[in-house]
């Protein structure tokens, strides 16, 4: 079984910026495809913050681009969601992702998420 520990949630005032972690943890063994941040606002669809492949191939929503950066530690399995000049509607429930390949076959996982609450 898979695990994806999430962290860095907070509060934070708009400008402000935080770091979100992820790490994908297991006693099987796993190769990262790719892995990524989703976010849920209050009465919205989750949608995708960025992705990034293995490779470091990254892909963003455009309303991030530009503020957030997200990198890969393949060593340590981490995914880091770096997120700069925050606006009070990047709030919502950040969920890591992640598709590994374990015992040959892609699976999808998920995160349990964490909270960003940007608000003066």
């Known amino acids: 079984q898979v695990q994806l520990v999430e962290s860095g949630g907070d509060l934070v005032q708009p400008g402000e910026s935080l770091r979100l972690s992820c790490a994908a943890a297991?006693?099987?063994?796993?190769?990262?495809?790719?892995m990524g941040w989703y976010r849920q606002a209050p009465g919205k669809q989750r949608e995708l913050v960025a992705r990034?492949?293995?490779?470091?191939?990254?892909n963003y929503a455009d309303s991030v681009k530009g503020r957030f950066t997200i990198s890969i530690d393949n060593n340590k399995n981490t995914v880091y969601l770096q997120m700069n000049s925050l606006k009070p509607e990047d709030t919502a429930v950040y969920y890591c992702?992640?598709?590994?390949?374990?015992?040959?076959?892609?699976?999808?996982?998920w995160g349990q998420g964490t909270q960003v609450t940007v608000s003066s």
């Open positions: 992702n992640a598709h590994l390949w374990v015992s040959k076959a892609l699976t999808e996982y």
């Open positions: 990034i492949t293995s490779g470091s191939s990254t």
């Open positions: 297991s006693t099987s063994i796993f190769t990262i495809a790719a």
